[in-house]
T-cell receptor, first 116, second 114 residues
Framework: GAVVSQHPSRVICKSGTSVKIECRSLDFQATTMFWYRQFPKQSLMLMATSNEGSKATYEQGVEKDKFLINHASLTLSTLTVTSAHPEDSSFYIC????????????FGPGTRLTVL | QQQVKQSPQSLIVQKGGISIINCAYENTAFDYFPWYQQFPGKGPALLIAIRPDVSEKKEGRFTISFNKSAKQFSLHIMDSQPGDSATYFCAATSYSYNFNKFYFGSGTKLNVKP
């Protein structure tokens, strides 16, 4: 199997607060994890790529100080949205790659963030 | 520049019909082409994928056709069912080009009418 979980599935927070989203590979070791953002009825926008034990690589236009990514182990990556604002409201999805399948990404179920 | 172009944006098919979604890519370095299915409020799930060394891959009712010279690939859903109603994304990637970054198409919302 290749199961990726995300927690929480939904979160509502007040403007100015920080929110942490966890991404876990449940039955495999993930050498690389990806974080995406998806707006309604749109495609997935890659935010950053993270490898275990190293700093994340952010896509152009993504603020690294606002979207903090930590990939502390081969099964866990976290995305922290700092000082959240209403425009950060979105669907955040992570994906993970197996060490043995470097061309396939397995996606988590996503996290719906609403910033009031 | 959009690396993968997908069409149509939406598609309505009668139950039992064939759904066809098309994608075109620019970068000849791409060597892996997956299709993902996404239901509302859920993450994308890998449906089927193909490499450019074959022209067609079939898994159950789902078939990918690949035309390397035209740089196009398509998803065919045979005997479409209402449960197939979802958004479908094509993607392209290459480990040798940008270390497995996936380039996604814009998505196709499929509605299969009962």
């Amino acid at each position: 199997g290749a199961v990726v979980s995300q927690h929480p599935s939904r979160v509502i927070c007040k403007s100015g607060t920080s929110v942490k989203i966890e991404c876990r590979s449940l039955d495999f070791q993930a050498t690389t994890m990806f974080w995406y953002r998806q707006f309604p009825k749109q495609s997935l926008m890659l935010m950053a790529t993270s490898n275990e034990g190293s700093k994340a690589t952010y896509e152009q236009g993504v603020e690294k100080d606002k979207f903090l990514i930590n990939h502390a182990s081969l099964t866990l990556s976290t995305l922290t949205v700092t000082s959240a604002h209403p425009e950060d409201s979105s669907f955040y999805i992570c994906s993970a790659q197996k060490r043995t399948e470097t061309d396939t990404q397995y996606f988590g179920p996503g996290t719906r963030l609403t910033v009031l | 520049q959009q690396q993968v172009k997908q069409s149509p944006q939406s598609l309505i098919v009668q139950k039992g019909g064939i759904s066809i979604i098309n994608c075109a890519y620019e970068n000849t370095a791409f060597d892996y082409f997956p299709w993902y299915q996404q239901f509302p409020g859920k993450g994308p799930a890998l449906l089927i994928a193909i490499r450019p060394d074959v022209s067609e891959k079939k898994e159950g009712r789902f078939t990918i056709s690949f035309n390397k010279s035209a740089k196009q690939f398509s998803l065919h859903i045979m005997d479409s069912q209402p449960g197939d109603s979802a958004t479908y994304f094509c993607a392209a990637t290459s480990y040798s080009y940008n270390f497995n970054k996936f380039y996604f198409g814009s998505g196709t919302k499929l509605n299969v009418k009962p």
